[in-house]
């Protein structure tokens, strides 16, 4: 590869700081030495070495112990009855569906990434889009797992599906909960055929790279036989394209049905056309916070520095920054709304969240979700590890808390003051929250380790000496273009 | 490039595949494509790490059809829902909720959405598959030592013995004259 060394930087590795273009030329968005022989090298040692860093090993052994107590906590619940959870009347929706709301939500990001920036054409996102998309996969599944043991018989949950059947009964079409059923359906088989067909020209990198028959036979059937053909490249690019807009229209639509649940029925601080915008910001916010905080511990273990650089976190918390800010402005709407409607009930609702018994969480997700993005302005802050990740955290706090508070404070208030009952979760719904975590986490430290955690294929294609033109002007180029 | 070569009888052993030949930039690549198509070459090929750009305009591959498959798949899922919901509510099990009509269309558009999307995707993702010939676990390219690399720096073009201007000689110096670094016949 001689003819690629002038590309080389040098000196400029993943502490550069590369945040910044000097008016003349874009800054690179790969560091260090830029061919693409070392992109591959750099990509896929991290799942060929024969040890993952001990870190690796601690986050997994914990991980999977929280998916062993999520077994048991699962099978407690179903053995029991859903009497073990701390849900009442009127209370109906407790852990389960905040655990569902806020797992769909982290699942956003993803689908953003992929799917509106490639449209947007963000060079940039080739470094993170690939574990971002499988971030989303893994909150789908976490996801999903809730309304699956929410409904107290899983065995049953076939019954949402219209199945003919010997009650001659059908699904309801007009319930929010068969539309939320079927947007979610569509959300996790979406995000894993985009994430699939992303991954098998990389795929067939790890095939071609591998030592033994094993892993050349397992990574040989993910990668379908790809050979990099320029025929099958024309159609792949044709199919990631269609897929981002497919995703496009996604992202905006499964939050907004999700929030459907709510908007649609007839509850004081439900019941607002804002829903379906507000709830899609708010998984956008999450999702680029779970991404940001995700992203900065992994390129640290697994030295990636050099391919998600210190512009990529900066991208991530700017873009944190900007759907914090969307969601403060939808909070002070909510609140103007509640105001100037001059309907009591509505006027209760939200002084509720911020004076009722759950008025510390709702001050909470003000500072969470409203002050804490708010450090981002600061390109100090948007760079430095200390400081991201703690903020990226707290970001994932409010959010979560937000979906305790608008499903709990709605919910414990009823219409007659005699039915009004708080809500506490018991430690069976904390361990089962707990669980979850683990199961996403056991997910995404397995992805790290067996499956290329950057799109190799992607970022080749973003290096200068991946650009070339085509010196032809008969009409043969023309009708093939 | 000398046309005399494309009347001869294409001599071969059965089992040979074609000509390997390996480029080191992108720009010959393009270049070489750009040559091969105005020789009139037609069972051939580049491969590649990453897509190229501008690839399909320098070897005149036509658009595809995939398109028109998503949309196919999109109209698929968005009709069945339209047909599916008035099926179950207003004709085999009639029932009112909340006051609503038997057959009210919007009420079905937030499904509709989303399974619109899902066909449209297992389409075009399907389609793909089938356009592409995918999976094809064994390719006589594949027996090649040098063609591992295609999927982390090597970049190649073969061409087929079966290719009616394809001869032995002319066709190697061709690839050699366009500027492939190494050039290799390939037995399947």
Partial sequence: MASVTTTQLPGMTGDFDNTLDDGVSKAPLVLGEATFREVTRKICRVAEAPRAPLAWYVAFAISTALVGVLGVMIAYAVFTGVGVWGNNSPVFWGFPIINFVFWVGLAHAGTFISAILLLFRQKWRTGINRFAEATTVFAVVCAGLFPGIHVGRPWFAYWMAPVPNVMGAWPNFYSPLLWDAIAVFTYTNVSLLFWYVGMIPDLATFRDRSKTRLRHTIYGILAMGWRGSAKHWQLYERTILILAGLATALVLGVSSTVSTDFAVSQLPGWHETIFPPYFTVGAIFSGFALVLALAIPARELFGLKDLITKRHLDNLAKITLVMGSIVTYIYLMEFFIAYYSGNGYEQFAYLTRIMGPYWRMGWLILFCNCLVPQIFWFKFARTTWWLALPAALLCLVGMWSERFVIIVTVLNRDFLPSAWHNYAPTWVDWLTFAGSIGLFFTLFLLFCRFLPMIAMSEVKSILPQAEGHVHDDSPAAAAGH | ?188
């Avoid at chain 2, 294409?10 to 074609?18: A, H, N, S």
């Avoid at chain 2, 390997?20 to 790490?49: I, M, N, S």
């Avoid at chain 2, 897509?51 to 059809?65: E, L, N, Q, Y």
């Avoid at chain 2, 073969?158 to 050039?183: C, N, R």
């Fill in chain 2, 1 to 188: 490039m000398s046309t005399a070569h494309n009347i001869e009888p294409v001599v071969k052993e059965p089992q040979m595949y074609g000509l390997l030949a390996e480029f080191h930039d992108v720009q010959t690549l393009l270049d070489a494509a750009v040559a091969l198509r105005k020789a009139g070459y037609k069972k051939w090929d580049c491969y590649t790490p990453f897509p190229v750009h501008g690839m399909d305009k320098a070897m005149g591959i036509r658009p595809s059809i995939l398109p028109w498959i998503a949309l196919a798949g999109a109209m698929g899922g968005v009709f069945t829902i339209l047909a599916l919901a008035p099926l179950c509510n207003a004709f085999l099990y009639p029932m009112i909720f909340s006051g609503k009509p038997y057959w009210g269309m919007p009420g079905h558009i937030p499904m509709a959405f989303a399974l619109g999307i899902l066909g449209g995707t297992v389409f075009v993702v399907h389609g793909l598959f089938v356009l592409a010939r995918l999976p094809q676990f064994y390719h006589p390219l594949f027996t090649a030592e040098r063609f591992r690399r295609v999927t982390d720096d090597g970049m190649f073009i073969a061409i087929e013995a079966t290719d009616p201007s394809y001869s032995p000689s002319a066709t190697s110096q061709l690839l050699t004259k366009l500027g492939a670094a190494a050039v290799e016949e390939i037995r399947d």
